[in-house]
């Protein structure tokens, strides 16, 4: 049973990797005629009842593992990589779109696929290094804010081609722009922190589980 319930997060975490796989098929392979014209709808359905089960796998795989103290190395590094799988793949695919019916520029996605990048190599740097290196309440804000855009993204292009779906859906793709930056910069001190861990001149707490 112990076994079992250990199992349980990184189940999940697989689980959620399949449903945005799903996801981002949907998104591809709607295409702009058929959203305009609302044959597209039945896959707009189907890509948002998928991005909200993904949603509800992460919060629920990251609080049995902690109820139950059941975390591990794997759900640390592949937790995070299915949300970047699950939001970068979802702006891009939306991006086929075309901006004028997103709303999504290029640099909007240049600016959350540079971010991501940089997180991931300071990362794979933190975890060479025996540092830890978990999310911290900016980056966790930054995803809420990136999630909730996708899904206005997804939501105006299928259903509300009206002004206001327009403006609540610029206003959250600005929103996550604002913090996905934000979070980008708060991540940057931590550069100090593993050269100090590699060096051995910090008093950082070298992760157990490397």
């Known amino acids: 049973m112990q076994k079992f319930v250990r199992a349980i997060p990184n189940l999940l975490t697989w689980l959620r990797l399949v449903l945005t ?4 098929l949907l998104l591809v392979h709607c295409d ?5 014209s609302g044959e597209a709808k039945g ?21 049995i593992a902690r109820k139950y103290h059941v975390t591990s190395l794997f759900g640390k590094m592949f937790d995070p990589l299915v949300d970047k799988i699950m939001i970068c793949g979802g702006f891009i695919a939306v991006m086929l779109w075309g901006q004028e019916v997103t709303g999504v520029a290029w640099w ?19 975890k060479a290094a025996g540092a830890a290196f978990g999310a911290n309440w900016a980056g966790k804000t930054k995803m809420v ?20 779906g327009a403006i609540v859906r610029d206003v959250l793709l600005y929103l996550a722009v604002v913090f996905t930056v934000f979070s ?14 590699r060096t051995g001149n910090s008093g950082v707490k070298r992760d157990p589980k490397q």
Not at 21 to 24: A, D, K, P, S, Y
Not at 32 to 36: I, K, Q, S, T, W
Not at 43 to 63: C, R
């Open 184 to 197: 980008g910069i708060t991540y940057l001190p931590r550069i100090k922190m593993i050269n100090g861990v």
């Open 43 to 63: 896959k707009v359905t189907w890509a948002l009842v998928l991005i909200a089960l993904g949603g509800i796998t992460d919060v629920l795989d990251g609080k």
């Open 108 to 126: 909007m996605l240049a600016v959350i696929l540079l971010r991501e990048l940089m997180v991931t190599i300071l990362r794979q740097f933190g």
């Open 21 to 24: 796989i799903g996801f981002l």
């Open 145 to 164: 804010f990136q999630t909730l855009a996708l899904f206005a993204v997804v939501v105006q292009a299928g259903y509300i081609q009206q002004r206001w």
């Open 32 to 36: 702009v005629e058929g959203l305009a």
